[in-house]
């Protein structure tokens, strides 16, 4: 296998996964569809991307791409570490703590010379949203998913609420029309 080859299987990954996270399963989620069980399987997908890409850099040891994943990787977890340590020590909110993490990413690509392009930011986004998944307990995510599936219950009756309400409205429609057609 050549070095391109292992780089546009790895580009088509990744893109695959992104497309994914942001669009298919916020469409899957609005179509009532259990998403956590979707996501196990992904994380276990991309634990085994993980040992191919391991696997790939020891092949090609000196291939770029590989390499800046590996960065982004390790300094992704230090930057979701160090946002962290900072929130449980009130210095920074919790809602800015994947911003700090993300920034501490761009800063040590920025210092090795590494653009940091559109295509890098949802790399670096994704590596530290699974980097902070990892973190949790099982508590946590066990939470996590229950708020899930009471958002989706909210969102599911006023839905049912609203499509009610419409069709009340279209009966009260047809008989008000029934009477016209009878009136005539």
Avoid: C
């Amino acid at each position: 296998m050549s070095d391109l080859t292992i780089l546009f299987t790895i580009i088509g990954l990744a893109i695959g996964v992104g497309a994914t996270v942001l669009v298919f399963l916020p469409y899957l989620k609005k179509k009532g569809v259990d998403t956590g069980e979707i996501l196990g399987k992904v994380d276990a997908g991309l634990k085994e991307v993980r040992k191919y890409t391991d696997a790939a850099k020891s092949i090609v040891p000196g291939n770029k791409f590989l390499n800046i994943l590996s960065i982004i990787e390790h300094y992704a977890e230090i930057g979701v570490g160090q946002a962290q340590q900072l929130n449980i020590s009130s210095q920074l909110p919790a809602d800015q703590r994947k911003k700090s993490a993300e920034d501490y990413v761009y800063s040590v690509l920025q210092k090795l010379g590494i653009e940091v392009d559109d295509n890098v930011r949802t790399i670096v986004s994704g590596v530290i949203e699974s980097k902070v998944y990892e973190l949790k307990s099982p508590e946590e995510k066990k939470s996590a998913k229950k708020t899930a599936v009471q958002v989706q219950i909210s969102q599911l009756q006023a839905q049912n609420s609203q499509l009610q309400s419409e069709k009340n409205k279209l009966q009260q429609e047809n008989e008000e029309m029934k009477r016209k057609v009878a009136a005539i």
